[in-house]
């Protein structure tokens, strides 16, 4: 199998190689639209896929169309076309933007949807990408590639999904030594143990651990607090953008019954999906926690824990979630800053996100409640533009 | 008084079932009796007694213990407290105790059945820290305790982290010459430690010898699956690997359980399967992590643990060990990982020391 593997991948290398300049020359307004066509032709060809999606990701169907339809309206000709001008405007004056080159793509299986961006991106900015995607949830990326394919031959060889494990290790490193970037997503683990692979002058892009807090100033209206609860029942909480706590200068208590009504309102909507045995152990041990020193709100698939704590416990995911009081913004400011680059996502109410600033270092994307899952395509990431490490000037 | 009667009648109920017989009415009705006396007394498990439902005392996630006192005394009355390791989770969990006599019994009595049935003069070879260095270790507590009882003579080789390789050679040299079986009782990661310090020297211990080896690997030293360490000690020691037993016992916990097959081999019976046998005083079983009520014999949960010895802690205890029960005996299959969530998000928790 391995070596069927190597010949497989040494194949999809090569030819990923060999379309490079031409799939640089189409031009970023020819490959725009191809992925704009690509993204609904596979919009309007989903659904027979869904309970195989719902099997695969563990969520449930009405999760999985939810990731879907949310992530599709992500893709739009703006988006993509800013993408681009963004990276153009930010080499030096008069400089040529060129994409980097062939694209190696390490996914990891919490959110589904996630190839769709990190597949995108290169692509639109010209950089052939060959994804590795975990067995047991490679099935969008496929998709995706397929939807590409069907569009135009020139994705035959510009992208494939390659799925085998991380332990093969001879077929990481083929993967990792002809790749002129890297993008990684996965543990802290993972990724410190693909950087050791990296061969010189490889543009790495990391996107280890994370996660998502939010902040309310005041009690939080109603709205606010149905916002979080999408954002908590997003892929059943299990993204690196994911809240696993909200801190407010309000009545914790007070948000936290008005969040229970919320959460089995969305719960109806969306229903949690099948809870992994050790995930449901460390989730009786965090629910234990709250009973035995606090407050615990429970419905039929989340809870919410409500603790006198100077930080938030943070939970194993799977719609269990903090609400902790802080003094005021300055405290959930250093609270925030201690997460560092870990915190990924900050979903904040009471206020508008652009009043939020957080301290160096701390880089998360900042955007309304409800939002927290929701990134828009172009948006930085982890501090830094869509665009960056991929492409040079 | 209450608790005073209590301690005496969970002593004579471990007395009469010394033998390893169960009585499970007589069991549950006392662990009843014991969980009411400790919801009564104790605020946090009160809380969360008052929200179990079902016909079983709700169980205290292990968890619990790193965040509130769970003892029916107060703090001025400890006799000695237990912290759990701080390897996994910034802060320690403590479990504290009034009087260590339902434990010295508890410890006692299972040795004497699982590791000493045959009652033999045997030298100790402890790889762990002595109770003097390690006064907040409920093991190493236990292995000084089992010293006192069933050896003749007892020596740690274990000192700040390090095997001492050079007197674990030479006193074990020492006892394949005068012919003195021994017993290495120390906990998994120790021994591979021993194992990478002793290198290519071997041992033929005299016959009788056996080894214990107890707790998982906490990151402290490489993996090694059950069957592969059992193999190496086999060949390291030269001791039969059906006398080579693994312990399973918690900080939180007062009784200790045990493989039978050392048990089996020197009363000479059959070998018996490689799975844990919860003392008679102790209730154990797999539960759903969901519903927490117990799971079918045979099928993954998470195992709870419900320890009479318990009495001024909290007895009825829910572990994120996952297990099946089979024949009464259990199945470990492996610990679940604490609260590390899943995918990209991550155990910060850990990382940026925990909750305050």
Not at chain 2, 52 to 59: D, K, N
Request: glycine letters at 8%.
């Amino acid at each position: 199998v391995s070596l069927r593997l190597v010949d497989s991948l040494e194949d999809r290398l090569e030819r990923a190689l060999a379309i490079a300049a031409r799939f640089e020359a189409l031009g970023a307004e020819r490959r725009v639209e191809l992925l704009l066509a690509a993204t609904a032709r596979l919009e309007s060809s989903i659904e027979p896929h869904v309970d195989e999606l719902a099997r695969t990701s563990g969520l449930r169907n009405a999760n999985v169309r939810w990731g879907l339809s949310t992530t599709f309206e992500t893709v739009t000709k703006d988006a993509l076309t800013s993408i681009v001008r963004s990276a153009e405007a930010a080499g030096p004056k008069g400089s040529l933007m060129r994409p980097r080159g062939l694209h190696a793509l390490i996914l990891s299986g919490n959110v589904f949807t996630a190839a769709l961006r990190a597949l995108y991106v290169p692509l639109c900015l010209g950089n052939p990408v060959i994804a590795k995607a975990s067995a047991r949830s490679d099935l969008f990326a496929h998709l995706l590639t397929r939807a590409l394919v069907e569009t135009d031959p020139v994705f035959r060889d510009a992208v494939a999904v390659v799925t085998f494990s991380s332990r093969e290790s001879d077929l990481v490193a083929l993967l990792l030594g002809r790749c002129h970037t890297v993008a990684a997503y996965g543990s802290d683990e993972t990724i410190r143990a693909l950087r050791l692979r990296l061969g010189a002058g490889v543009r790495f892009l990391p996107h280890g651990h994370g996660l998502g807090l939010a902040f309310v100033e005041g009690d939080g209206t109603d709205d606010e607090v149905a916002a979080f609860a999408d954002d908590v029942t997003a892929y059943d909480q299990r993204g690196c953008l994911s809240p696993h706590a909200l801190l407010l200068t309000g009545d914790a208590r007070g948000f936290a019954a008005r969040l229970q009504k919320a959460l089995a309102a969305a719960s109806f909507r969306r229903p949690r999906g099948s809870l992994p045995i050790d995930v449901g152990a460390a989730q009786v041990q965090w629910r234990g926690v709250a009973q035995a020193r606090g407050e615990l709100f429970e419905g039929l698939d989340f809870s919410i824990a409500v603790e006198r704590a100077t930080r938030p416990r943070l939970s194993p995911g799977y719609r269990n979630v903090s609400i902790v009081g802080v003094e005021d913004r300055d405290a959930f400011i250093a609270l925030a800053g201690s997460f560092g680059a870990h915190l990924k996502a900050v979903g904040v109410g009471g206020m508008r996100p652009s009043e939020l600033s957080l301290r160096l270092g701390c880089v998360p994307r900042i955007c309304a409640l409800g939002q927290m899952q929701r990134p828009p395509l172009e948006a930085a990431w982890e501090g830094a533009p869509a665009h960056d490490g991929l492409v040079a000037y | 008084m209450t608790r005073h009667r209590l301690r005496a009648r969970i002593l004579d109920f471990m007395g009469a079932h010394e033998d390893g017989s169960r009585d499970d009415a007589s069991l549950d009705a006392l662990l009843d009796e014991v969980a009411g006396v400790q919801a009564r007394a104790i605020p946090a498990y009160a809380r969360l007694a008052r929200r179990a439902g079902g016909p079983l005392p709700a169980a205290v996630p292990t968890d619990v213990f790193r965040f509130a006192r769970l003892a029916i005394h107060s703090d001025e009355e400890d006799l000695r407290v237990f912290r759990t390791s701080g390897t996994t989770q910034h802060e320690r969990g403590a479990h504290s105790f009034r009087d260590l006599s339902l434990y010295d019994r508890a410890a006692e009595i299972q040795a004497r059945r699982f590791l000493f049935p045959d009652e033999r003069p045997l030298r100790f070879v402890l790889l762990s820290p002595s109770a003097i260095d390690a006064p907040d270790s409920s093991l190493s507590y236990m292995l000084d305790l089992l010293a006192t009882r069933f050896c003749t003579t007892s020596r740690h080789y274990l000192s700040r982290g390090s095997v001492l390789a050079e007197e674990l050679e030479k006193d074990l040299r020492d006892a394949e010459a005068e012919r003195v079986p021994v017993a290495i009782l120390g906990t998994s990661f120790a021994l591979v430690h021993a194992e990478d310090a002793l290198g290519t020297r071997s041992f033929s211990l005299p016959a009788g010898s056996r080894l214990m080896q107890t707790g998982g690997f906490k990151g402290r030293s490489r993996e090694l699956s059950p069957s592969e360490m059992r193999t190496r000690l086999c060949s390291r020691y030269g001791i039969p690997e059906e006398r080579i037993v693994s312990e399973y016992g918690m900080t939180e916990l007062s009784s200790q359980f045990y493989e039978p097959s050392l048990r089996a081999s020197l009363l000479g019976e059959p070998a018996p399967p490689r799975r844990y046998v919860p003392a008679p005083w102790v209730r154990a079983f797999p539960v759903d992590p969901e519903s927490l009520a117990p799971v079918p014999d045979g099928e993954l949960g998470i195992l709870r643990i419900d320890d009479l010895a318990n009495l001024d802690s909290i007895a009825c205890i829910q572990t994120s060990d996952l297990a099946r029960r089979v024949d009464g005996a259990l199945e470990l299959v492996g610990r679940a990982p604490g609260a590390t969530p899943r995918g990209c998000s991550l155990a910060i928790d850990e990382m940026l020391g925990g909750s305050a």
